[in-house]
Protein backbone atom coordinates (compact mmCIF):
# COMPACT_ATOMS: atom_id res chain seq x y z
CA UNK A 1 0.00 0.00 0.00
CA UNK A 2 1.39 3.37 -0.97
CA UNK A 3 -0.01 5.93 2.35
CA UNK A 4 0.77 9.04 0.45
CA UNK A 5 -2.06 7.64 -2.45
CA UNK A 6 -5.15 7.85 0.28
CA UNK A 7 -8.22 9.07 -1.24
CA UNK A 8 -8.51 10.80 2.21
CA UNK A 9 -5.18 12.74 2.16
CA UNK A 10 -2.90 11.78 4.90
CA UNK A 11 -5.03 11.83 8.17
CA UNK A 12 -8.75 12.00 9.37
CA UNK A 13 -9.23 14.60 11.79
CA UNK A 14 -12.99 15.49 10.96
CA UNK A 15 -15.61 15.77 8.45
CA UNK A 16 -15.79 19.24 7.96
CA UNK A 17 -13.43 19.48 5.27
CA UNK A 18 -14.20 15.71 3.55
CA UNK A 19 -15.75 16.12 0.13
CA UNK A 20 -19.60 14.40 0.16
CA UNK A 21 -18.07 11.52 -2.33
CA UNK A 22 -14.80 11.24 0.51
CA UNK A 23 -17.74 10.65 2.52
CA UNK A 24 -19.41 8.15 0.34
CA UNK A 25 -16.12 6.16 -0.12
CA UNK A 26 -15.67 5.19 2.94
CA UNK A 27 -19.16 3.93 3.28
CA UNK A 28 -19.00 2.01 0.54
CA UNK A 29 -15.65 0.72 1.33
CA UNK A 30 -17.20 0.04 5.15
CA UNK A 31 -19.80 -2.17 3.01
CA UNK A 32 -17.51 -5.03 2.23
CA UNK A 33 -15.77 -5.11 5.57
CA UNK A 34 -19.41 -5.99 7.41
CA UNK A 35 -18.62 -9.70 6.81
CA UNK A 36 -14.78 -10.33 8.42
CA UNK A 37 -16.74 -9.95 11.55
CA UNK A 38 -19.14 -12.87 10.95
CA UNK A 39 -16.38 -15.23 9.99
CA UNK A 40 -15.11 -17.79 12.06
CA UNK A 41 -11.53 -16.37 11.21
CA UNK A 42 -12.26 -12.53 11.51
CA UNK A 43 -8.31 -11.67 9.97
CA UNK A 44 -7.34 -10.30 6.69
CA UNK A 45 -4.04 -9.95 5.78
CA UNK A 46 -4.36 -6.11 4.53
CA UNK A 47 -2.23 -4.15 7.33
CA UNK A 48 -0.18 -6.64 7.72
CA UNK A 49 3.44 -5.40 8.95
CA UNK A 50 1.65 -1.92 9.87
CA UNK A 51 1.81 -0.74 13.45
CA UNK A 52 -0.98 1.34 14.81
CA UNK A 53 -0.39 3.09 18.41
CA UNK A 54 -4.16 3.68 19.88
CA UNK A 55 -3.28 6.89 21.96
CA UNK A 56 -6.30 8.14 24.45
CA UNK A 57 -5.52 10.60 26.81
CA UNK A 58 -9.51 10.22 28.02
CA UNK A 59 -11.49 7.06 29.37
CA UNK A 60 -13.20 5.56 26.69
CA UNK A 61 -14.44 2.16 26.04
CA UNK A 62 -16.99 1.99 22.39
CA UNK A 63 -14.32 3.96 20.81
CA UNK A 64 -10.68 2.28 21.87
CA UNK A 65 -11.95 -1.05 21.55
CA UNK A 66 -13.37 -1.10 18.07
CA UNK A 67 -10.61 0.48 16.82
CA UNK A 68 -8.59 -2.34 18.52
CA UNK A 69 -10.84 -4.85 16.75
CA UNK A 70 -10.52 -3.44 13.47
CA UNK A 71 -6.84 -2.68 13.78
CA UNK A 72 -6.56 -6.46 14.43
CA UNK A 73 -9.00 -8.00 11.68
CA UNK A 74 -7.26 -6.12 8.96
CA UNK A 75 -3.72 -7.63 10.61
CA UNK A 76 -2.03 -4.30 12.19
CA UNK A 77 0.21 -4.52 15.15
CA UNK A 78 -1.23 -2.50 17.79
CA UNK A 79 -0.26 -0.29 21.06
CA UNK A 80 -2.46 0.82 23.09
CA UNK A 81 -1.56 4.00 25.18
CA UNK A 82 -3.41 5.89 28.36
CA UNK A 83 -2.88 9.05 29.70
CA UNK A 84 -2.61 7.68 33.14
CA UNK A 85 -0.07 4.52 31.83
CA UNK A 86 2.02 7.09 29.58
CA UNK A 87 4.79 9.67 30.54
CA UNK A 88 2.61 12.28 29.92
CA UNK A 89 1.54 11.90 33.58
CA UNK A 90 5.34 13.01 34.07
CA UNK A 91 4.77 16.20 32.22
CA UNK A 92 5.93 14.89 28.74
CA UNK A 93 3.95 16.59 25.88
CA UNK A 94 1.48 15.51 23.47
CA UNK A 95 4.14 16.20 20.47
CA UNK A 96 6.92 14.74 22.47
CA UNK A 97 5.30 11.88 23.23
CA UNK A 98 4.39 11.21 19.93
CA UNK A 99 7.61 11.95 18.48
CA UNK A 100 9.46 9.40 20.62
CA UNK A 101 6.56 6.75 19.09
CA UNK A 102 7.58 8.09 15.58
CA UNK A 103 11.55 7.22 16.70
CA UNK A 104 10.31 3.69 17.17
CA UNK A 105 8.52 3.71 13.32
CA UNK A 106 4.98 3.58 13.52
CA UNK A 107 2.88 3.93 11.08
CA UNK A 108 -0.23 5.62 12.38
CA UNK A 109 -1.68 7.12 15.68
CA UNK A 110 -5.34 7.16 16.98
CA UNK A 111 -5.28 9.59 18.86
CA UNK A 112 -8.36 10.69 21.70
CA UNK A 113 -7.74 13.70 23.32
CA UNK A 114 -9.95 16.77 25.56
CA UNK A 115 -8.31 19.01 23.06
CA UNK A 116 -9.96 20.50 20.63
CA UNK A 117 -7.96 20.65 17.81
CA UNK A 118 -5.58 17.88 19.77
CA UNK A 119 -5.82 15.80 16.74
CA UNK A 120 -4.89 18.18 13.56
CA UNK A 121 -2.23 19.70 16.07
CA UNK A 122 -0.47 16.07 15.56
CA UNK A 123 -0.87 15.27 12.03
CA UNK A 124 0.78 19.02 11.09
CA UNK A 125 3.40 18.16 13.39
CA UNK A 126 4.25 13.95 12.80
CA UNK A 127 4.66 11.92 9.21
CA UNK A 128 2.19 8.72 10.36
CA UNK A 129 -1.12 9.20 9.62
CA UNK A 130 -3.69 10.73 12.69
CA UNK A 131 -6.77 9.76 12.99
CA UNK A 132 -9.08 11.62 15.10
CA UNK A 133 -11.21 9.36 17.83
CA UNK A 134 -12.37 12.80 19.34
CA UNK A 135 -10.82 15.70 20.17
CA UNK A 136 -12.98 18.01 22.59
CA UNK A 137 -15.81 19.78 21.65
CA UNK A 138 -14.58 19.46 18.43
CA UNK A 139 -15.16 16.35 16.26
CA UNK A 140 -15.82 12.41 16.65
CA UNK A 141 -15.29 11.57 12.24
CA UNK A 142 -15.70 7.79 13.20
CA UNK A 143 -18.80 8.02 15.14
CA UNK A 144 -20.23 9.78 12.40
CA UNK A 145 -19.44 8.18 9.53
CA UNK A 146 -20.95 4.77 11.78
CA UNK A 147 -24.02 6.72 12.25
CA UNK A 148 -24.28 7.82 8.34
CA UNK A 149 -23.78 3.72 7.43
CA UNK A 150 -26.48 2.58 9.83
CA UNK A 151 -28.75 5.08 8.53
CA UNK A 152 -28.65 4.29 5.06
CA UNK A 153 -28.17 0.57 5.67
CA UNK A 154 -32.13 1.29 7.38
CA UNK A 155 -33.12 3.42 4.24
CA UNK A 156 -31.42 2.50 1.32
CA UNK A 157 -30.21 6.55 1.45
CA UNK A 158 -29.42 9.49 3.31
CA UNK A 159 -30.34 12.45 1.18
CA UNK A 160 -34.03 13.79 1.59
CA UNK A 161 -34.53 11.91 5.17
CA UNK A 162 -35.29 14.49 8.42
CA UNK A 163 -32.61 13.59 11.08
CA UNK A 164 -32.66 15.33 14.24
CA UNK A 165 -29.58 15.35 16.92
CA UNK A 166 -31.49 15.48 20.32
CA UNK A 167 -29.79 16.50 23.76
CA UNK A 168 -26.39 17.70 24.84
CA UNK A 169 -25.65 19.44 21.51
CA UNK A 170 -23.35 21.82 23.81
CA UNK A 171 -20.72 19.67 24.67
CA UNK A 172 -20.76 17.07 21.61
CA UNK A 173 -18.37 16.41 19.52
CA UNK A 174 -20.60 13.86 18.23
CA UNK A 175 -23.16 16.20 17.11
CA UNK A 176 -20.90 18.47 14.98
CA UNK A 177 -19.54 16.00 13.38
CA UNK A 178 -23.18 14.37 12.19
CA UNK A 179 -24.17 17.71 11.61
CA UNK A 180 -21.34 17.97 8.59
CA UNK A 181 -21.78 14.53 7.11
CA UNK A 182 -25.61 14.27 7.34
CA UNK A 183 -25.99 17.76 5.14
CA UNK A 184 -22.96 17.17 2.85
CA UNK A 185 -25.26 13.74 1.82
CA UNK A 186 -28.27 15.63 1.30
CA UNK A 187 -30.58 14.99 4.95
CA UNK A 188 -32.22 17.89 6.65
CA UNK A 189 -30.69 18.03 10.09
CA UNK A 190 -32.12 19.92 13.18
CA UNK A 191 -31.30 19.91 16.74
CA UNK A 192 -33.35 19.87 19.78
CA UNK A 193 -32.27 20.28 23.68
CA UNK A 194 -32.75 22.73 26.28
CA UNK A 195 -31.35 26.46 25.61
CA UNK A 196 -28.81 25.87 28.55
CA UNK A 197 -27.43 23.60 25.86
CA UNK A 198 -27.58 24.29 22.85
CA UNK A 199 -24.32 26.12 21.46
CA UNK A 200 -24.64 29.87 20.29
CA UNK A 201 -25.12 30.57 16.65
CA UNK A 202 -25.87 26.74 15.94
CA UNK A 203 -28.42 27.79 13.14
CA UNK A 204 -25.13 29.34 10.71
CA UNK A 205 -24.09 25.37 10.77
CA UNK A 206 -27.39 24.86 8.42
CA UNK A 207 -29.82 23.56 11.13
CA UNK A 208 -33.19 23.70 12.22
CA UNK A 209 -33.60 24.47 16.28
CA UNK A 210 -36.61 22.89 17.74
CA UNK A 211 -37.70 23.89 20.97
CA UNK A 212 -39.89 20.87 22.29
CA UNK A 213 -39.33 17.52 22.28
CA UNK A 214 -42.26 16.70 20.75
CA UNK A 215 -42.22 19.54 17.34
CA UNK A 216 -38.49 17.29 17.29
CA UNK A 217 -40.04 13.74 17.07
CA UNK A 218 -43.35 14.72 14.62
CA UNK A 219 -41.01 16.24 12.19
CA UNK A 220 -38.07 13.69 11.96
CA UNK A 221 -37.17 10.14 10.25
CA UNK A 222 -34.89 9.51 12.47
CA UNK A 223 -33.39 11.03 16.47
CA UNK A 224 -29.98 10.62 17.15
CA UNK A 225 -30.04 10.69 20.58
CA UNK A 226 -26.73 12.14 22.55
CA UNK A 227 -26.05 11.24 25.96
CA UNK A 228 -26.15 14.29 29.02
CA UNK A 229 -22.23 14.62 29.21
CA UNK A 230 -21.98 15.54 32.89
CA UNK A 231 -18.75 14.83 33.24
CA UNK A 232 -18.53 18.16 31.34
CA UNK A 233 -20.93 20.04 33.02
CA UNK A 234 -20.63 22.49 35.85
CA UNK A 235 -23.93 23.78 38.20
CA UNK A 236 -26.55 25.81 36.11
CA UNK A 237 -27.09 23.46 32.75
CA UNK A 238 -30.02 21.77 34.36
CA UNK A 239 -32.39 21.39 37.14
CA UNK A 240 -32.52 18.02 37.55
CA UNK A 241 -31.93 14.96 35.41
CA UNK A 242 -35.26 13.41 36.64
CA UNK A 243 -36.45 17.28 35.01
CA UNK A 244 -34.94 16.60 31.86
CA UNK A 245 -36.32 12.92 31.28
CA UNK A 246 -39.99 14.78 31.56
CA UNK A 247 -39.19 17.55 29.27
CA UNK A 248 -36.60 15.91 26.84
CA UNK A 249 -36.45 12.65 27.08
CA UNK A 250 -37.57 10.09 24.04
CA UNK A 251 -40.16 8.02 25.82
CA UNK A 252 -41.87 5.48 24.49
CA UNK A 253 -45.24 8.12 25.07
CA UNK A 254 -43.93 10.68 22.89
CA UNK A 255 -43.33 7.91 20.26
CA UNK A 256 -46.47 6.56 20.42
CA UNK A 257 -48.24 9.89 20.19
CA UNK A 258 -46.36 10.73 16.48
CA UNK A 259 -47.80 7.78 15.07
CA UNK A 260 -45.16 6.93 12.98
CA UNK A 261 -42.35 4.79 12.65
CA UNK A 262 -38.88 6.51 13.89
CA UNK A 263 -35.21 5.19 13.74
CA UNK A 264 -33.45 5.57 17.07
CA UNK A 265 -29.62 5.92 17.50
CA UNK A 266 -27.43 6.90 20.44
CA UNK A 267 -23.92 6.83 20.50
CA UNK A 268 -23.46 5.58 23.89
CA UNK A 269 -23.42 5.23 27.23
CA UNK A 270 -26.79 5.90 27.31
CA UNK A 271 -28.01 7.29 30.61
CA UNK A 272 -30.84 5.28 30.93
CA UNK A 273 -34.12 6.94 32.13
CA UNK A 274 -32.78 10.37 31.45
CA UNK A 275 -32.21 11.13 27.92
CA UNK A 276 -33.77 8.08 26.56
CA UNK A 277 -35.96 5.51 28.05
CA UNK A 278 -35.24 1.68 28.56
CA UNK A 279 -38.42 0.40 26.60
CA UNK A 280 -37.03 3.23 23.76
CA UNK A 281 -33.02 1.69 23.94
CA UNK A 282 -34.20 -2.29 23.79
CA UNK A 283 -37.44 -1.60 21.18
CA UNK A 284 -37.49 -2.07 17.79
CA UNK A 285 -36.88 0.91 16.36
CA UNK A 286 -33.45 0.90 17.99
CA UNK A 287 -30.61 0.15 16.02
CA UNK A 288 -27.79 1.06 18.83
CA UNK A 289 -26.33 -1.86 18.70
CA UNK A 290 -26.33 -2.05 14.79
CA UNK A 291 -23.87 1.39 15.50
CA UNK A 292 -21.92 -0.54 17.51
CA UNK A 293 -20.91 -2.94 14.32
CA UNK A 294 -21.19 -0.46 11.90
CA UNK A 295 -18.39 1.13 13.83
CA UNK A 296 -15.80 -1.70 13.68
CA UNK A 297 -16.46 -1.77 9.81
CA UNK A 298 -16.27 1.84 8.91
CA UNK A 299 -12.81 2.00 11.26
CA UNK A 300 -11.67 -0.52 9.17
CA UNK A 301 -12.57 1.14 5.81
CA UNK A 302 -10.77 4.48 7.30
CA UNK A 303 -7.50 2.63 8.13
CA UNK A 304 -7.64 0.33 5.00
CA UNK A 305 -8.07 4.00 3.12
CA UNK A 306 -5.34 5.92 5.35
CA UNK A 307 -3.05 3.62 4.52
CA UNK A 308 -3.54 3.81 0.38
CA UNK A 309 -6.06 1.10 -0.02
CA UNK A 310 -7.81 1.42 -3.07
CA UNK A 311 -11.84 1.51 -2.77
CA UNK A 312 -12.50 -0.25 -5.84
CA UNK A 313 -10.43 -3.25 -3.84
CA UNK A 314 -12.09 -3.72 -0.97
CA UNK A 315 -13.69 -6.59 -1.85
CA UNK A 316 -11.10 -8.18 -3.31
CA UNK A 317 -8.74 -7.35 0.33
CA UNK A 318 -12.22 -9.21 2.08
CA UNK A 319 -11.11 -11.89 0.49
CA UNK A 320 -7.75 -11.38 2.48
CA UNK A 321 -5.99 -10.14 -0.89
CA UNK A 322 -3.46 -7.79 -0.18
CA UNK A 323 -4.82 -4.58 -1.82
Partial sequence: MNRTASSLGKDLVGLEHLSAQQLLTILDTAEPFKEISERRIKKVPVLRGKTIVNLFFEPSTRTRVSFEFAEKRLSADTVNISASGS???????LVDTARNLEAMKIDMVVIRHGASGAARFLAERIPSNVVNAGDGRHEHP???????LTIRDNFGR??????????????SRVARSNIYGLLKLGAEVAV???PTLLPRGIEQLGVTVFKRIEEAIAWAD????????L???QAGFLPSLREYNQVWGVTSRRLEEAEKEILILHPGPMNRGVEIDSDVADGP???ILDQVT???????AVLYLLAGGEPERAEDAKQGGEA
Avoid: F, W, Y
Avoid at 87 to 93: I, L, N, R
Avoid at 158 to 171: A, P, R, Y
Avoid at 294 to 300: F, I, K, P, T, Y
Fill in 294 to 300: NGVAVRM
Fill in 285 to 287: HSV
Fill in 158 to 171: IEGLKVCIVGDILH
Fill in 87 to 93: SVVKGET
Fill in 222 to 229: VLNVLRLQ
Fill in 231 to 233: ERM
Fill in 142 to 148: TQALLDL
Fill in 192 to 194: CGP
